[in-house]
């Protein structure tokens, strides 16, 4: 097991669907950062963003320092917050369509179905926006009722065209304020991504592995964490199967290189009957001999699968990959916040990148930033906490001994 300090990383990180620009995203993570220095009394320096030369990698540095330890971090987003900006900018003349078309799929297709047997949590999540549809629907059949309760009867003509009225009206206002055209949105692209149809998105995965497989080849990082977030997690498969085409041996030369997988949606698409492909994609990631694949999964998070191992949950006999374990984001968050946040599932769910104000097993900040190897953090958990000191410094002899991990 790998001990010790590690003095550079390299962290690649595909987020989930949001708009968010390199600026955004940068200011986020300079913000967050503030908590991580807060919380484990370190200081870190973040340079400015610098685009590749296709604009499909943003990469900036951190280098931090501890009572007594440095470490440099390379963090590489790569972007495909494009194809989300582009999806927000369409009509909802087409987007309404679509986004029922998209989610019934799923539906009829039976992916609906096994995300209950698999998770009844997620089963649920998906339903939301067919309640949301089914209140509007319901709200405009009954409009013109409601009118003649209230003394204003209206001929069956007038009737139709303000159902109509209310049916859009309601679709508009709540599309926006319930986030239901962001569902709409998000359902079109996966539904895109299943069946392999969205343009130009080839073209950007290709971009990604080629990165992924320059960054396992520098050998002046200890380690490489690839880090995918939310739909990320199902992007970072095909990502990772077309770098394992490029280099069979990925990972099992130089820098040890992990796959973290936080909040994941891989299941959304893993679970379709058209997704064999991505399946198999799985299967070839997971039992790469240089793949190490730690699964971050919480129950709050509802927006993800919980406790679920998602190699056995699409059918694929289970290996040493992935790890899966539990943490409490309540333990991440003061009381306060985690109480204002408690009823915010989608800010929840962006938790898994966001600082922590509390010292905790998990800590997206520090699994970048610190000196801790992500194998140890992997093993050790609880015993590694204890491995810091209220200075900041770090105990790299501490015990490696792993933890019995209990259940979160």
Not at 350 to 361: T, V
Request: proline share 5%; with cysteine; hydrophobic share 50%.
């Amino acid at each position: 097991m790998q001990t010790g300090v590690v003095r550079k990383r390299g962290f690649l990180c595909i987020g989930g669907y949001e708009p968010i620009g390199v600026d955004w995203w940068h200011q986020r993570f300079q913000r967050e950062l503030k908590r991580y220095e807060a919380t484990w009394n370190a200081q870190a320096a973040v340079s400015p963003p610098v685009l590749g030369s296709d604009g499909a990698v943003a990469a900036w540095k951190i280098d931090t320092q501890g009572a007594n330890w440095q470490v440099e971090s390379e963090y590489r987003l790569l972007r495909w917050d494009d194809f989300v900006t582009a999806d927000f900018a369409r009509s909802n003349v087409e987007r309404w369509p679509k986004g029922i078309a998209a989610l019934l799929d799923f539906v009829f297709s039976g992916a609906a179905f096994r995300y209950f047997r698999v998770s009844v949590r997620y089963g649920f999540f998906f339903l939301y926006p067919f309640v949301i549809l089914a209140s509007i629907v319901a709200s405009a059949i009954f409009a013109p009722k409601l009118l003649a309760l209230l003394g204003l009867p209206v001929p069956g003509i007038v009737a139709f065209l303000l159902s109509i009225a209310v049916l859009l009206g309601l679709l508009y206002v709540l599309g926006r304020a319930l986030l239901l055209n962001y569902m709409f949105d998000d359902w079109i692209f996966a539904d895109e991504f299943v069946h392999r149809k969205r343009a130009n998105l080839d073209a950007r995965l290709d971009c990604f592995a080629r990165e992924i497989v320059a960054c396992t080849r520098d050998a002046s990082f200890d380690e490489v964490i690839v880090s995918a977030h939310s739909l990320g997690g199902a992007l970072i498969m095909d990502v990772l199967d077309r770098a394992l085409k490029l280099d069979p041996q990925l990972g099992q030369r130089g820098p040890k290189l992990w796959l973290m997988a936080t909040g994941s949606s891989l299941l959304k698409e893993a679970l379709h009957p058209k997704a064999a492909w991505l399946r198999e994609a799985v299967g070839r990631v997971a039992d790469a001999k240089g793949m190490n694949w730690i699964e971050y999964q919480a129950v709050v998070d509802v927006i993800s699968f919980y406790d679920v191992n998602p190699v056995a949950a699409i059918g694929l006999p289970e290996g040493r990959n992935p790890i899966v374990q539990k943490v409490r984001m309540r333990q991440m968050l003061a009381p306060a916040t985690y109480k204002r946040f408690k009823g915010n599932f989608f800010r929840l769910h962006r938790q898994w990148g966001m600082g922590n104000e509390l010292r905790y097993l998990y800590d997206y900040f520090q699994i970048i930033c610190g000196p801790a190897p992500l194998e140890r953090r992997v093993h050790e958990r609880e015993k590694l906490l204890n491995a810091f000191a209220e200075d900041g410094g770090y105990n790299a002899g501490a015990s490696s001994a792993p933890d019995k991990v209990s259940p979160a």
